[in-house]
């Protein structure tokens, strides 16, 4: 693999080099490209190239060989291994081949279904526990005021409850008691 691209923003091609070149040196033959900064990776490679270089002896590095499985091209290599023993004949390695194919473009869309389900339901439950803290402050906010409402409340009581018993009781006037009027005897 030749590395490219900026710092931190690899980007690789695949390439068949000589054991004596350097990593991104001199190289025989470009196979395909490998992005990793993309959700799923990209990977482009010319399965009968690598195949080709892979039955001439090319030994693969730990990605490459794992690129390579992820692609099916060892699948292939093994089949057609089988087919020069005469386990089997070649439209049985390629009806083999093309069930895998299809076996595993269905195993990679279900995990990318589920890779975006999971990054969804993160993203919800994010906000949802947000939403939740949100409100949780709102009402202790509401809970503050309330308390502060209700002390204003009671201080106000009780300073109108102590004016009432410090101030004096006016005596209230009697009424002038009523003179009887009668007419009084003369003598």
Excluded: C
């Amino acid at each position: 693999m030749q590395r490219h691209g900026s710092k931190k923003r690899p980007f690789y091609f695949i390439v068949a080099a000589t054991s004596t070149s350097p990593r991104d040196g001199k190289f025989i033959e470009k196979l395909g490209t490998y992005n990793p900064l993309t959700v799923p990776a990209t990977i482009n490679l010319d399965r009968e190239r690598a195949l080709d270089w892979l039955q001439k002896g090319a030994q693969p590095t730990n990605t490459v060989r794992r690129i390579l499985s992820f692609k099916g091209v060892l699948y292939m290599k093994h089949l057609q291994r089988g087919v020069k023993l005469g386990l089997f004949d070649e439209a049985a390695s390629k009806e083999k081949f093309e069930k895998w194919m299809s076996d595993h473009a269905e195993l990679v869309t279900k995990r990318e279904t589920e890779s975006r389900k999971s990054k969804e339901d993160k993203r919800s439950s994010v906000t949802q526990e947000s939403v939740r803290k949100v409100e949780e402050k709102l009402a202790a906010i509401k809970a503050e005021e309330d308390a502060k409402i209700a002390e204003e409340t009671a201080a106000k009581a009780a300073e109108e409850a102590a004016k009432v018993e410090e101030a004096p009781i006016a005596e209230t006037p009697a009424e002038p008691e009523a003179k009887n009027e009668t007419p009084e005897q003369e003598g």
